[in-house]
């Protein structure tokens, strides 16, 4: 399998983004890869500010940008120090989602690392725009972090639904997490369940065809344990009947789960890469960490 040697972790200097530095540093030292911290100045931002600002008293941009600069050398050296591992540092000017994708390029990041930003009293997470768009847009494995990194992951969720992909999440998750625990999901409905009730079929017949499908999908996760290579030791297998956002949500809280790995669904127009209903459903609700897999490890 294809090693994670190289993680690029973006960062706008808020809390959130330094727990994704935390993070990212965590897991690059785990794996023996290289970490790179990146910060983009808006490019637009500078200009209007220069237009703004009267030529006579110097070039504020010009200060903006040494200062920023010190503030990035200073969460670099910080995680350095703290994680070790050696750190690179990337500072760019201009559009943050093409300079961000430039610099992922230039390294060939294996993950990309972004922070969550917000939350709400009833702990519905919301994406800041950037990481929305990059995980919109990019084709390679990335992790949302949405939780102050204390220690390595200990439980990964990984939802599964048996299409050709599942084998490269669950590798993706056994790269990022090589300690950890993995719970596999698969959460699975009768088809027209609802239809076929409303039709007046009995409940017992109803029940048998969830026992039959329970069945297959048992069978199925089974066999996709043994196409990736993952043995018994530390895996679990959970086939639950239920609406699959829902029960990913509940089963991440019941198994006390720190990361969740899940798919990407659908390419787009224009190249860009669609996020599936199930996808942004947890990566909203979550309180774990989500890592977006898309790129084929194998």
């Known amino acids: 399998m294809h090693p994670i040697r190289t993680l690029l972790a973006a960062s706008d200097l808020s809390a959130f983004a330094r727990?994704?530095?935390?993070?990212?540093?965590?897991?690059?030292?785990?794996?023996?890869?290289?970490?790179?911290?990146?910060?983009?100045?808006?490019?637009g931002g500078l200009n209007i500010l220069r237009h703004l600002v009267d030529a006579g008293t110097g070039d504020v941009a010009a200060r903006l940008l040494d200062e920023v600069r010190g503030e990035v050398r200073e969460l670099v050296d910080e995680i350095d120090q703290r994680y070790g591992g050696g750190v690179d540092m990337h500072l760019a000017t201009g559009s943050v989602l093409s300079e961000l994708s430039a610099c992922a390029d230039a390294i060939d990041a294996d993950l990309l690392v972004f922070g969550a930003r917000g939350s709400s009293v009833v702990r519905e997470w919301l994406l800041g725009s950037t990481t929305e768009r990059m995980l919109s847009k990019t084709s390679r494995a990335m992790l949302v972090v949405k939780q102050m990194p204390h220690?390595?992951?200990?439980?990964?969720?990984?939802?599964?639904?048996?299409?050709?992909?599942?084998?490269?999440?669950?590798?993706?998750?056994?790269?990022?997490?090589?300690?950890?625990?993995?719970?596999?999901l698969h959460a699975f409905e009768v088809?027209?369940?609802?239809?076929?009730?409303?039709?007046?079929?009995?409940?017992?017949?109803?029940?048998?065809?969830?026992?039959?499908a329970k069945r297959e999908a048992v069978e199925k996760m089974n066999a996709?344990?043994?196409?990736?290579g993952l043995g018994d030791a530390g895996v679990r297998r959970i086939v639950l009947h239920g609406d699959a956002a829902a029960t990913i949500l509940a089963q991440e809280q019941e198994q006390d789960c720190d990361l969740i790995v899940i798919g990407k669904r659908g390419l787009g127009l224009l190249g860009e890469l669609l996020l599936g209903s199930v996808t942004k459903h947890v990566l909203a609700q979550s309180s774990a960490d989500v890592l977006v897999s898309d790129r084929d490890l194998g």
Do not use: C, M
């Open 19 to 43: 727990h994704a530095a935390a993070r990212a540093a965590i897991v690059a030292r785990g794996l023996g890869a290289r970490l790179s911290i990146a910060h983009v100045v808006n490019g």
């Open 151 to 184: 220690e390595r992951y200990q439980r990964v969720l990984i939802p599964v639904d048996f299409s050709p992909r599942a084998i490269d999440a669950l590798r993706l998750a056994r790269a990022v997490a090589p300690q950890a625990d993995l719970i596999l």
């Open 191 to 212: 088809p027209f369940e609802g239809k076929l009730r409303y039709a007046g079929v009995e409940a017992d017949a109803l029940a048998a065809l969830r026992v039959t």
């Open 224 to 228: 996709l344990v043994d196409a990736a």
